[in-house]
């Protein structure tokens, strides 16, 4: 049984990124996107992008993202050594 509490975030102007925090495997985050995806507009990701096969994700861990202002409004960032740094995966479809 896990005891890991996975939250995604859809972010991007184009919605097609997620963050995933609370996980440390690939797997498991993108199992998390495809069950947000799917919570979120009632279909999969194939559906949603008229695609015949499986949709791959793109992954990128880091244990230093972090938020910051940037043109008034918050942007994810990585590499700050900053202490509200966090752990989690930026997962992309395209």
């Not at 859809?10 to 495997?25: F, M, P, R, S, Y």
């Not at 990701?45 to 918050?74: K, M, N, P, T």
Request: proline fraction near 0%; glycine fraction near 8%.
């Amino acid at each position: 049984m896990s005891t890991e509490t996975i939250t995604v975030q859809t972010i991007g102007e184009d919605g097609d990124q997620w963050l995933v925090v609370g996980t440390t495997d690939a797997h498991s985050a993108d199992e998390a996107v495809r069950q947000h995806i799917e919570h979120e507009s009632g279909e999969t990701i194939e559906a949603l992008l008229d695609a015949d096969e499986l949709v791959e994700f793109h992954f990128y861990h880091s244990a230093r993202w972090f938020w910051a202002s940037q043109g008034g409004c918050e942007s994810l960032f990585n590499e700050s050594a900053g202490s509200d740094n966090f752990a989690g995966y930026l997962v992309s479809s395209t």
